[in-house]
Antibody
Framework: QLQLQESGPGLVKPSETLSLTCTVS??????????WGWIRQPPGKGLEWIGS???????YYNPSLKSRVTISVDTSKNQFSLKLSSVTAADTAVYYC??????????WGRGTLVTVSS | EIVMTQSPATLSVSPGERATLSCRAS??????LAWYQQKPGQAPRLLIY???ARATGIPARFSGSGSGTEFTLTISSLQSEDFAVYYC??????????FGQGTKLEIK
C-alpha cells in the first residue's frame, strides 16, 4: 500500500528557504508513470497547488510561485523534495505531498505545518 | 488561470437531508473536475473525479454532475461523518490545476 510522508523543519525564518521532503513507501517512485506534487493550505484557508514533478524529472509549477519554487526527485531514496525561497509569513501553511493521477489527487500525505517567523 | 468559485461558503443542513454544493469555473473545464472532502486536521480525501465518477470506497450517497463551467456535488442523505469542508478542483489541461475556496457543510 503506497504511502506518502512529509518531513522537514516546522519553523523557517523570513527570507530563508523552506525545504521539505516527501518519502514514498510501499512502492517505487519510478515504477509507474506518475506525477508527484506539493499542495499547501494556509491556516483556515483553501488549497493551493504548488507544483508537480514527473518521475523522470520534468517539472511544472504554479505560475504565482514559479520564481521561488524548485521541486526535485531522488529515485534512489524514493523521495521528492520542495524548496521555496525568500519565504514570508504568507508562506505559513500546512504543506502536503500528493500523487496526482492525470491531475486528480488520489493519494495524500498527512501534511506538515511550516511556520515562517523570526 | 482558471478560477473556481464555490457556493455557498457555508451550508447548514440537518442529518438525513440532502445537501447540494455548487462549483463554477471561469471557463470551460469539460468534465475535468474533482471533489474532495476535508475534515479538521486531516488531508483532503478524493470523492469524485471526471465530474461524476466516484473514487474507490466512496458511498453511493455522494454524486457529482455537470460539465463545462457548472458543477454540483450532491449528498443524498447526510450522515454525521459527512459534515466537513468540500473543495472542487479543475484539472483541465493538467498541469496546472486550481481549487475552489471550499464549502463548509455544517450541522443545522
Amino acid at each position: 500500500q503506497l504511502q506518502l510522508q512529509e518531513s522537514g523543519p516546522g519553523l523557517v525564518k523570513p527570507s530563508e528557504t523552506l525545504s521539505l521532503t516527501c518519502t514514498v513507501s510501499g512502492g517505487s517512485i519510478s515504477s509507474s508513470s506518475y506525477y508527484w506534487g506539493w499542495i499547501r493550505q494556509p491556516p483556515g484557508k483553501g488549497l493551493e497547488w504548488i507544483g508537480s514533478i514527473y518521475y523522470s524529472g520534468s517539472t511544472y509549477y504554479n505560475p504565482s510561485l514559479k520564481s521561488r519554487v524548485t521541486i526535485s526527485v531522488d529515485t534512489s531514496k524514493n523521495q521528492f523534495s520542495l524548496k521555496l525561497s525568500s519565504v514570508t509569513a504568507a508562506d505559513t501553511a500546512v504543506y502536503y505531498c500528493a500523487r496526482p493521477e492525470d491531475g486528480v489527487f488520489d493519494l495524500w500525505g498527512r501534511g506538515t505545518l511550516v511556520t515562517v517567523s523570526s | 488561470e482558471i478560477v473556481m468559485t464555490q457556493s455557498p461558503a457555508t451550508l447548514s443542513v440537518s442529518p438525513g437531508e440532502r445537501a447540494t454544493l455548487s462549483c463554477r469555473a471561469s471557463q470551460s473545464v469539460s468534465s475535468n473536475l474533482a471533489w474532495y472532502q476535508q475534515k479538521p486536521g486531516q488531508a483532503p480525501r478524493l470523492l469524485i473525479y471526471g465530474a461524476s465518477a466516484r473514487a474507490t470506497g466512496i458511498p453511493a450517497r455522494f454524486s457529482g454532475s455537470g460539465s463545462g463551467t457548472e458543477f454540483t456535488l450532491t449528498i443524498s442523505s447526510l450522515q454525521s461523518e459527512d459534515f466537513a469542508v468540500y473543495y472542487c478542483q479543475q484539472y483541465n489541461n493538467w498541469p496546472p490545476c486550481t481549487f475552489g475556496q471550499g464549502t463548509k457543510l455544517e450541522i443545522k
